[in-house]
């Protein structure tokens, strides 16, 4: 009956190592697939705001022209931005949960934030 007993928690034990391979295993594919994505939206991300940045300095459009695509591309430019913080966020959180997150503190200027925001929301503002 003792031999049953060991021979039962050895299975057990074997078991168990072999759900937390598979969950080792798991985690760590996990891991991969969260960078490879991130790393694949701050691509496109990069290019976006490259774009905007060279269509900025257009100066070849009509004044109201030029005026209404400098709004646009403001607010492309925002968005961008936003998602990138987005991603960076995800990043700082898995960083934190692997235990190897540094701190990064900049300073910005709030008055740039709330003028942005406000030129962004500005033509819905005035619709209504």
Do not use: W
Not at 3 to 23: G, P, R, T, V
Not at 71 to 96: A, G, H, P, T, W
Request: hydrophobic share 40%; glycine share 2%.
């Amino acid at each position: 009956m003792v031999e049953l007993e060991d021979a039962n928690a050895q299975l057990s034990a074997i078991k168990n190592q072999q759900k937390y391979d598979n969950l080792v295993k798991m985690t760590r594919q996990l891991d991969t697939l969260y960078q490879t994505v991130s790393h694949e939206m701050r691509t496109p991300l990069n290019g976006i705001q490259q774009a905007v940045s060279q269509l900025f300095s257009l100066d070849d459009l009509s004044p109201i022209s030029r005026q209404r695509n400098k709004q646009l591309l403001k607010i492309i430019f925002f968005q961008s931005n936003l998602l990138e913080c987005f991603v960076n966020d995800q990043l700082d959180l898995k960083m934190i949960q692997g235990g190897v997150y540094k701190q990064n503190i900049s300073v910005f200027d709030p008055e740039t934030v709330i003028r942005l925001v406000q030129e962004m929301f500005k033509d819905q503002a005035n619709a209504q």
